[in-house]
């Protein structure tokens, strides 16, 4: 079954046949693996960077002046100029150190290249990095103005969460005299932060100014958490120099802040090849004239006609699909996997990446006139002891052939968002974008992983190995999603 835990921060077994928490889960603990070969990885990495800056004699010679009346000496400089290189990057889990940290290293070089008087905004599901921790408090002390904000689930009496209480310590502190629109702090939503029900789970990270850049916009499926690096494999897409695009994150970043509900929660917007959709998927534009609620998957994939890709796009002329999917089960789940499904069956070259399927869901897509839809589980349970350690964690989907009318599209979806109904009531950003080097690159990278599948365990006689393990595991009432929380 599924352990989800509640606000109150209790956990509470879910029927994995019904899958009622529709949103993703993220590695309570980290086992020892093997390294997965990863000379194909598609996104160039960043070298190792100090994570941090201490505290600077500095920062502390302006605490006495502020307190002794004193003028307010110029504060540090920026550590790092970095300017945040644009378009996909991707981690892997099992990869060597640069590898595992290609998202992290990136994210710190940004945070440690924002110079003073800039600003800092972060919305993410849960916080959860003693690295990211540091540099934040650094920025903060030299000027930065730095602003987060996270789930309540993931920080409370029932879920102590010590590095982002040190944050929200450490923003206390106002330093170099700073104006409202200035200040720092760290903000928790109760559930949604725009909408009642559901949950904060988007993640996205902007920086009003890093290195050379102005108005930086990063998002993904990428975590604050130090699981996120080590245990998940995830995705980060960086625009910059985009001014509007930065204002509408911001403007969504301010109302999540408030922790209220607005009138309008889904907000879409759209600049040349970039159209973001901001959920909850409530409001107006989210219903049928008749009343019942849209499905804003279900009308993208119903734009797509399998014959008559063009242009060298597609497969031998049939549109192509590359799917990388955390979730998908329940109702949605289920009228997902149905019309992939019937795509699969008229030639669309379809192969999907996945971490958790309902059973249903998997039915579907494993009786078709066709044959199984092809899919690989990117998951493992190393030691064999029947609970997954690490696992896929990307919300892409890729095509390549026919789209809303275009023989030759090349277009990616990517964010936060799961193919289940919880994820409509919730915080997510969803990006569409128009893009043959984009759509090559996520494609590629799903090939990849569906080709060479993480070692699932340790034992040659797996898959019935597995299988043995989970019925034991399940006999002995251990849960095989303990391990994996809300993320």
Not at 98 to 117: D, E, F, G, W, Y
Not at 320 to 343: C, N, P
Not at 362 to 377: D, N
Not at 384 to 396: N, S
Request: net charge positive; with cysteine.
């Amino acid at each position: 079954m599924i352990v989800a835990a509640h606000r109150h921060g209790r956990e509470t077994p879910l029927n994995p046949m019904s899958h009622r928490n529709g949103s993703d889960h993220s590695v309570r603990r980290l086992t020892a693996a093997g390294v997965l070969a990863s000379s194909l990885l598609l996104v160039g990495t960043l070298g190792s960077f100090p994570s941090s800056a201490a505290p600077t004699a500095t920062s502390a010679t302006t605490s006495v002046a502020l307190r002794q009346g004193g003028t307010t000496p110029k504060p540090p400089p920026a550590p790092d100029h970095y300017t945040p290189v644009t378009g996909v990057k991707v981690n892997n889990p099992l990869g060597d150190r640069a590898h595992r940290r290609t998202i992290v290293t990136h994210l710190l070089r940004t945070i440690n290249s924002v110079p003073p008087r800039a600003k800092i905004r972060i919305a993410t599901w849960n916080f959860r990095s003693p690295d990211l921790t540091d540099a934040l408090i650094a920025a903060h002390r030299r000027g930065v103005s730095v602003r987060v904000v996270i789930d309540r689930l993931n920080a409370n009496a029932d879920n102590p969460n010590p590095p982002f209480e040190r944050l929200t310590n450490a923003l206390k502190h106002h330093e170099h005299n700073r104006s409202k629109d200035m200040e720092s702090f760290t903000r928790e939503c109760v559930s949604a932060c725009r909408a009642p029900g559901g949950i904060a789970h988007v993640k996205f990270y902007l920086f009003s100014r890093a290195g050379n850049a102005n108005h930086v916009v990063e998002y993904g499926s990428f975590n604050a958490t130090d699981l996120a690096t080590y245990a998940q494999w995830n995705d980060l897409y960086t625009v910059r120099n985009k001014k509007e695009m930065y204002d509408e994150f911001n403007g969504v970043f301010n109302q999540m802040r408030k922790d209220q509900n607005v009138k309008q929660p889904f907000l879409s917007y759209h600049h040349g090849r970039f159209t973001s959709y901001f959920y909850p998927y409530k409001g107006k534009g989210t219903k049928y004239p008749n009343g019942t609620t849209k499905d804003p998957l279900l009308i993208e994939l119903n734009k797509m006609v399998c014959k008559g890709a063009t242009n060298g796009t597609g497969t031998n002329g049939f549109t192509k699909l590359r799917f990388a999917q955390t979730s998908m089960h329940g109702v949605r789940g289920k009228a997902i996997a149905e019309r992939i499904r019937q795509m699969w069956q008229r030639g669309c070259d379809i192969k999907m990446v996945y971490a958790v399927f309902g059973n249903e869901v998997l039915s579907i897509l494993r009786h078709t006139t066709r044959g199984p839809v092809p899919i690989r589980q990117i998951a493992q349970d190393f030691d064999e002891d029947g609970v997954y350690d690490r696992y896929l964690h990307m919300k892409t989907l890729a095509v390549s052939g026919v789209y809303d009318g275009d023989t030759s599209a090349n277009v990616v979806w990517n964010g936060s968002a799961n193919y289940t109904g919880v994820a409509l009531a919730s915080d997510e950003v969803v990006m569409r974008i128009f893009d043959p080097k984009v759509r090559a690159t996520y494609s590629s990278w799903f090939d990849y992983l569906f080709a060479h599948p993480p070692k699932f365990s340790n034992n040659p006689g797996q898959p019935e190995s597995v299988r043995l393990a989970f019925k034991r595991a399940i006999d002995n009432g251990v849960d095989p999603y303990a391990k994996m929380q809300l993320d």
